[in-house]
């Protein structure tokens, strides 16, 4: 319960030097002599509590980097800080605090398991900013902020955890939503798995907007924003070790920008959602079942790129039920359709997006594909499980 | 990524009753012939994505629960939902909507990996919301809303599952503070242990209010709502199978009933804290660096129940040291520590309360305790581990 703290004063890396380093300390003019000075990133940062700095290159998460005591305020100081800093989580409070825009706010949570962790086109860490955001930003909201919850197993090499920090903090950055608020919790070597990453994220919608899964009405279009399966085949390729010819990488993106320009094009959306576990089938009939409908989609309209759709074949994977870290499922009226798809073409993470069926009245609330050999199938939901540990 | 949607719909049991179902579906006025209706709890509530329901008497957590399928519809549908029922988490969207109050907002994230599961006193199910209800409590804030994400192990008892989720529930309505979205996550038998759960909240903080740890001034008072210690025996006296004459129970609570008390009482209250893992020693440290102060409290002062006292002196413990999961520290200036001991007193939550210290000048920034034999000690951050999992 303890949060990131950032020490605010500088100070010595040796107790020994106490004494010295407090009159620095208070005379605010800087660091001890031959102590490295505070930056304002942190990254530099020694502070008294602590006489030894972690190994980041050779160390390991052990139980006392969980206990609430010296050596978790060390990791908060030296791993989570410098790389995630920004001034509410600078606050240092168990709370961060903030004002935010007027309006009605929506708040999302994500807890991310996904084995490997590092994969080609991203890592756990950049996944939980993305993934958190994508939930927030299906309101048609604009995130604000994020909270990550961490649970280490013993023994996990900080430098791993170091490089999914940074990844987390370049990624918060790169999309412009702070993680201002953190927790950190370790288990014994055995009862986890490296890391797993909870984020949590809220975000403010704005005036007007009413984007919800049980809009969805008959003669409304579906659209998709780009090429499905890629995020479920690259993670399989990198467990499995599978070497295509080329490398199929992680879609993991933020997608908060596209939805504003979608919602700024087509105020009228009715749904929005990212189809990530139990892929594009299973979100289609989430909001089928949510909404009271069916869905008719064409099979000849969904984008899969070749080298997914080579690899689901190997596989014995449907493309339709593999996981996706950086599309969206769209749903307007049909007359706003062509106007949407232009907005979501316009946009880099929507340059493939397509219009890939309509909804329609059906008391079964299935969702039926026409096939490219032009007969007809049920898309039913996801049974079982394809790709354990997927995100 | 699929939130705990709740079903709108009255629908059989039996796939092959779908159709005769969809008709008593449509009418809306009530459920199939034979079979159970639909209740506002949910409770008894059937769905045609469902052919069979979970067993919840002999039935395992596996794999495809985390799928994002229909495995996973059905465990939200038949645990989750009807356990944390609110009007927000039945909205069934990847995000929960809401408009919150003007004002100043916090945001606080808690993960739980207590063992065991279930303690004296509690589990990790109320656990989980009483601490992140406190974490947002402790900026001087009423609590709005809770998520919950869930990491699950492959095999982890259905029954189990139900119990946390309910007293989940339970301790979310007693408390005011509704579970509106979350989240479910499945590892194999082996990465993980039984469930953490990680809980993130959102309060608003009346006007005029500002609590936060670096606003702790030479002359201030410190006061601590009851006795401390309760919470990390009672763990470890059930992980060690320890039979005390007494049974000593957590104190886990939701305190930001008592906390609004306090700052209606004395709104100029500087900081506050729930000593949890590292325990009032840690924390009164935390407090002392963040605001650059020393502090000066007095043994004799600092309620401990006499069979947590003896408790640790059997165990080797140090109650400064040992985890609360239901008691705060409050600092507030010397001239209201008065004022601010009786409105704690006039709470249930805070009838032990004491003034145990203050707030002085130190460079040093330590924590120094006046010892019943007339002494004094430094009373230094907790280094290593001595409780792991306390919460």
Redesign the interface.
Known sequence: ???Y?R???TTCTGLER?ADC?RA??SRTGSCPGQESISRSGRTMTDQ?FPLRLDLKQGAV???H????????QLIAEVFQPSLENPLLA??????????P????????????ISPLFFPGGDIGCLSVH?TI???A??G?RPL?L?????LEEGFPLRDLLRIVRSMGEAAQAAGVPI?????????R????GV?I?T?G??V?PDGIRI???LARPGDAILVSGSIGDHGVAILSKRENLGFATEIRSDTAALHDLVAAMVAAVPEIHCL??P????LA?TLN?LA??S?VGMQIREERIPVAAEVSAACELLGLDPL?V?NEGKLIAICPGERAESLLSAMRAHPLGAESAIIGEVVED??HFVQMETRFGGSRIVD??????L??I?
């Open positions: 319960m303890i949060a703290s020490p605010k004063k106490l407090d300390s208070r509590r052990d139980m006392s969980g206990s609430g005591g010296r050596a978790m305020a606050q240092g409070n168990d709370q961060a605090l903030f004002s935010p007027p309006g009605r706010l929506v708040m999302s949570t994500d807890g991310h398991v993934g994508n939930d927030v299906m309101a909201a902020y909270s990550a919850g961490f649970v201002v608020t953190g927790d950190t919790k370790v288990v014994e055995g009862k986890g798995d797993f909870t949590t809220i975000g919608v919800s899964g049980e959602r990212d990530t576990r139990g892929g299973t989430e079942f949510q009271g039920y996981a008391p079964m939901w996801l049974a079982g499980e394809q354990p540990r995100c």
